[in-house]
Structure formats: C-alpha cells, structure tokens
C-alpha cells in the first residue's frame, strides 16, 4: 500500500500551485518567477526546491495529479457494470467539472498568456486519458494500431477544441450538457473506425 504524503507536505505543495495559478492570471507563464511563486505563497525558496525543481516542474505536478484523479475515474467505470459506451471516456465529467471550478484561470491558461507549455501540458493529458479508453477497445494489430492511434489525437484535439470554446463562449453552458455533447461525438468517433 501507498504511504500517503505527509499533511504539511500536500499544504505546501497546494499553496505552491495556487500561488502559480493566481500568478498565471495577472502575467505569462514565462514571465512568473520562482521568488515571485514563493512569496505569494508564502514559503522559502529552500522549500520550494524541495518539492520542486523549478516551476515548470511545479506545473507539471499539477498535471499530473489531475491525471491521476482521470485515471481513477476510468478504472471505476470500467469495474462497474453497465454497457460499454457507460464506461468509455468516465473521465470526462469530472475533467470538465474541474476546468468549470477553474473557470476565472483557464482562459490565461490556454492564452499566449498561459504559455506554449501549459498547452502542451493539457494537451498530453488529453492524448493520456482518451489512449485508455481506445485501447481497452481497439484490436492491437499493425494497422488497427495507426487508426487507433489516430482516432485518439482525433477525440483528445476535439476535446480540447471543445473545452477552448466552452470556457470562452458567452453563453454557459453546464458541465453535465457539454459532457453529453462530448461523449455522443467522441462515441460516434469510436464506432466509426470500429
């Protein structure tokens, strides 16, 4: 079993990336500093540098723990029972429920604000987390391998398109109605390279 990180430890880490978040609304990404996290944060460089090597490692942690959490929700739908389309793309509900808590940052995220990064970050995770669920799907044969992995760039840059006009758009748009949108394309998009 997992040893749990130390409660201090998680604090910290949690002001470390809040800090960057609220940095990250005011300036580019490129533009923030280490000192510039820390004080916001309110901790010491020396402790920054013991989580973090620098900030775009601070960013990707919070990536990554995102990630985690989509996986977890992936692995879930597929120990329930229920009709396969249940259990594809489980993640998404909570993906855009998390973007729609983050709503004030993420446009300066996927901004020229946000950086080049930042994108390159979500983007990653998008191709991550619907890989899953092709591949639980998809016959590994040579040619089922290039459709599959072209359906996935397929689906994860129609996601982000798709969190790009959500979080902009002037209408909104509840999470619950633009996960059914997402889910009936990115379906249909499975079935049809079946």
């Known amino acids: 079993m997992a040893k749990k990180p130390d409660r201090r430890v998680q604090r910290t880490q949690q002001l470390l990336e809040a800090a960057l978040l609220s940095l990250i ?23 920054f540098y013991a989580h973090y090597d620098n900030k775009e490692d601070l960013l990707e942690s919070g990536f990554e723990g995102l990630l985690a959490d989509l996986k977890e929700r992936q692995r879930e739908a597929r120990s329930r029972a ?24 993420f446009p300066a995220m996927v901004s020229r604000r946000g950086g080049a990064l930042i ?15 092709v591949k ?8 089922g391998a290039i459709r599959a992995e072209a359906t996935v760039e397929f689906i994860a840059g129609g996601l982000f398109g ?14 619950e109605d633009v996960d059914r949108i997402f889910r009936k394309l990115a379906i249909s998009a499975l079935k049809a390279v079946a």
């Open 162 to 175: 798709l969190l790009l006009w959500w979080m902009s758009g002037k209408m909104r748009v509840p999470v």
């Open 82 to 105: 229920g009709s396969g389309e249940e259990q594809l793309f489980a993640f998404s509900h909570h993906l855009l429920a998390h973007a729609d808590e983050h709503r004030a940052i």
């Open 119 to 133: 994108q390159h970050l979500l983007r990653r995770l998008l191709l991550r987390v619907v890989r899953e669920d």
């Open 25 to 47: 609304k005011e300036k580019e990404f490129d533009a923030i500093s280490v000192q510039e996290i820390i004080d916001r944060a309110n901790v010491g460089r020396a402790t």
């Open 136 to 143: 639980a799907i998809q016959v590994r044969e040579k040619a």
